[in-house]
């Protein structure tokens, strides 16, 4: 077919428009695959058993014997427990280090920023064998806990939490700096209280975000958390659960009704995540409309 | 126009650095207490580089630095802490910023707030007497908790004097203040200028000869980073002393 | 890279060729005022009645001349705004027109007063109102000159000849007097000297007066920074009397 240069084109503009539909179908497809997945898989484990109970004891499928089920209620727990630690140590860490950086510059606040560019796609199994060598040196009865695996994610969330909170320092405008400074205020004071607060929902989303990064991490549990999946929260010395944790055990394990368990706490998970990222974007307009438009 | 008997601020043999690019060079200056000071120059004169160096705010730029000395009322200021000279010297900027999150109220109390720890009552009448010096006080006086951007450009540098003025500053320091503003902006800032100086030292950068003849007392002509002369206003425009003062001013060229 | 912003190129920056339109303008009308002068002289001192009316026709023109340049130098300072040299030409303009205007109007006058035929009395007071006439009109060809090419050294010379004016000017008074006390019936003719004998000292005084906004617009110095009064002798009334005299030394 001869075509002439005008058709030729159309042509390739059609073709080019019908690859990116496909483009699009291929990435959409594994991710509803997963969802749809997990609510088949996931959805029958719900119901106020499920959140408040912990789980049955393990039971292999025999003809004409149904398994009960119990609930997650102390991976729930230790998921909280976690998230709320992990951020308490991340937070202001990973915040003041970025304020250092962006506020007062000089070669160790760029050795800080690369590092945490680089250790921030480090994989995520380092964070927990590094905490697990050092507690093993320190105290062998504390590798397995709370706080171990506190430690461990923290360690984790603190790279994320300066990139972003160094890139929504950097969108303040210098004008706001030079006003604060010229009225004779200390340059940190700036920092915390000026340039922070202006940027304040662009922190609060890598915080978020950086949460919701944690809450799904298996890796570093595995080296740090221990195995107490039955147990409510009883001290962060002690061993303990959480939702991703119980995946694991869960899924690999040879009871049906764990199985069916683990698919409801990666439910739950997948919810919890949805539900911290939706936050985040409200929080954030809400923030950016209270404060004016930034 | 008489030589004021008191000098304001001195200015010995500074020289300002962007790294190893010199800005200014070796200015001698003496700024008179109470009157309005003009720099003008071309572009790229040094100007603003100097006004800077004033309250030390040169220094914060990345690798820059001074030589000389700034004295005001006899104190080296680059002997004392930096905040505490920025608290005495104040300043405006060309482009009007107001703390974007805070209101006209906090904003305005802002030097107070930060400073130290102010009563409510010190605050509110710091807030009102500085809204009233800045001209602002009349069009805000019924909303000083709406947020600082609901106000006008020229309004919005109004605030950013009178917050410049909260601080108490003995010289107050005009980057282009109406460079970003409406001519009506610019005649009522220039008005509030006129009342300024009989309780502060002003001292003004302008691009715009025409305003620094309608506001100041004094003037200083910069040139590629060199003083080239200082005087009365009405003396340096009606017979400049200097050649290069007089090309300059009759746009002969620049 | 950068040209020497002060190099001078010879083209013209600046406010240059307004300034010099003005300038133009200022000539001219005081190339007219001159011409009044001359004919208005010339009228009186022949007796020439018909002469005499040409040149006040010509008065419409001068008051024309001194609105024009008026308006123009005024429109010159609201629009442009000058400074310096250019703020001190302008305003030295606007003063010098007011002289240029006298300047004519004395020579209007002088003609004003003509009566017909020539006078044959007192030779030497003829003799010595022509040579007034003769350095009047070259002063104010002179201070004309200074304002053209912005000659200080010009506008300077005219103060001695000024001087000189007000010399004559005292001697022909008292001339003009003497013989009114010795010959009452002269009184018409002389008493008309006696005007254009003044009109010639305020023609001269008035082309100082140029002169001096021409060193002012070059220099910004006024008159009392280069030329001080007499530390001794202010102003001292005229005595018409033989006697030294009073006035500037």
């Known amino acids: ?294 | 126009m008489s030589m004021p008997s008191e000098v304001k601020m001195k200015v010995e043999d500074l020289s300002a650095f962007y790294a190893s690019v010199r800005a200014v060079e070796g200015i001698n200056l003496e700024i008179p207490d109470r009157r309005v000071t003009a720099i003008i120059g071309p572009s790229g004169c040094g100007k603003s580089t100097l006004i800077r160096c004033l309250n030390r705010m040169h220094e914060t730029t990345p690798k820059a630095r001074v030589e000389g000395r700034v004295l005001l009322d006899g104190d080296d200021l680059y002997e004392l802490d930096a905040t505490l000279v920025r608290r005495r010297v104040g300043m405006v900027f060309q482009k009007p910023n107001p703390f974007a999150t805070m209101s006209i109220y906090n904003n305005v109390s802002a030097p107070l707030r930060f400073n130290g720890r102010p009563s409510r009552q010190e605050m509110d009448q710091t807030v009102v007497r500085s809204l009233k010096h800045a001209a602002l006080w009349d069009e805000v006086k019924d909303r000083v908790d709406s947020a600082a951007t609901s106000l006008s450009g020229g309004q919005q540098q109004r605030l950013c004097i009178a917050r410049a003025l909260a601080g108490d500053p003995e010289v107050l320091l005009m980057d282009e203040p109406c460079s970003a503003l409406d001519p009506i902006a610019t005649s009522k800032i220039e008005e509030l200028i006129g009342q300024l100086k009989n309780d502060y030292t002003v001292v003004i950068v302008t691009h715009n000869m025409q305003q620094a003849a309608r506001v100041s007392d004094f003037t200083a002509f910069l040139y590629l980073g060199k003083l080239i002369e200082f005087g009365p206003t009405g003396d340096l425009f009606e017979r400049p002393k200097e050649h290069l003062t007089e090309s300059y001013i009759t746009g002969r060229f620049g | 890279m950068n040209k020497d912003p002060l190099a001078d190129t010879g083209e013209p920056r600046g406010y240059d060729l307004e300034v010099r339109h003005l300038k133009d303008r200022a000539v001219r009308m005081g190339g007219w005022a001159l011409g009044m002068v001359h004919d208005g002289w010339r009228a009186y001192d022949q007796g020439d009645l018909a002469a005499a009316q040409a040149v006040l026709d010509r008065a419409g023109q001068l008051d024309q001349f001194d609105e024009d340049m008026e308006h123009a130098t005024i429109a010159f300072l609201v629009l442009r705004q000058p400074a310096a040299v250019d703020l001190r030409t302008a305003a030295g303009l606007l003063k010098s027109t007011t002289h240029l205007d006298r300047i004519g109007r004395l020579g209007f006058d002088m003609a004003r007063i003509t009566s017909s035929g020539p006078a044959k009395e007192l030779p030497e007071l003829r003799s010595l109102l022509q040579e007034m006439d003769d350095i009047v009109e070259s002063m104010i060809r002179q201070t004309l000159d200074a304002l053209n090419r912005d000659n200080i050294e010009l506008a300077r010379q005219l103060f001695r000849r000024d001087d000189t004016v007000d010399r004559m000017h005292r001697q022909a008074n008292r001339v003009i007097i003497t013989n009114l006390e010795k010959d009452p019936a002269l009184v018409r003719r002389l008493a008309g000297d006696l005007l254009v004998a003044r009109h010639f000292e305020r023609i001269a005084d008035n082309a100082c007066k140029v002169g001096e906004k021409t060193i002012y617009a070059l220099t910004g110095q006024r008159r009392s920074e280069y030329l001080p009064r007499h530390p001794t002798r202010p102003y001292v009334l005229e005595r018409p009397l033989p006697d030294s005299g009073g006035g500037r030394t």
């Open chain 1, 1 to 294: 077919m001869i075509l002439d240069r005008h058709h030729r084109r159309q042509l390739f503009s059609h073709s080019m428009t019908v690859l990116s539909g496909l483009a699009i179908v291929v990435i959409m497809v594994p991710l509803i695959a997963v969802i749809y997945e997990a609510v088949v898989l996931g959805s029958p484990a719900f119901s106020f058993i499920f959140f408040t109970q912990r789980p049955a004891l393990g039971c292999a499928p025999i003809s004409g014997i149904t398994c009960s089920l119990g609930g997650v209620s102390p991976a729930i727990q230790g998921t909280f427990v976690l998230l709320g630690l992990a951020s308490l140590i991340a937070v202001p860490i990973g915040v003041g280090a970025a304020i250092f950086v962006v506020e007062f510059g000089g070669p160790i606040a760029r050795v800080i920023s690369t590092t945490a560019d680089v250790l921030s796609g480090v994989p995520s199994i380092l964070a927990g064998v590094f905490i697990y060598t050092i507690l093993l040196q320190y105290d062998r009865a504390l590798v397995f806990s709370y706080g171990s695996a506190s430690l461990a994610l923290g360690v984790l969330m603190i790279p994320i939490v300066v990139r972003t909170t160094e890139e929504a320092l950097r969108t303040v405008p210098n004008s706001v700096r030079e006003a604060a400074l010229a009225l004779g205020i200390a340059r940190w004071k700036t920092g915390i209280r000026i340039v922070l607060v202006t940027a304040l929902p662009g922190v609060v989303t890598g915080v978020l975000l950086a949460v919701a990064r944690a809450a799904g991490e298996a890796a570093p549990l595995l080296f740090t958390l221990g195995n107490s999946c039955f147990h409510p929260f009883e001290g962060i010395t002690q061993e303990g659960c959480a939702l991703p944790l119980w995946i694991f055990q869960g899924a690999t394990a040879p009871y049906q009704n764990w199985y069916t368990l683990a698919w409801g706490a990666a439910l739950l998970l997948i919810v919890i995540i949805l539900v911290i990222s939706l936050t985040s974007r409200v929080v954030l307009n809400r923030l950016v409309r209270r404060m004016g438009g930034q």
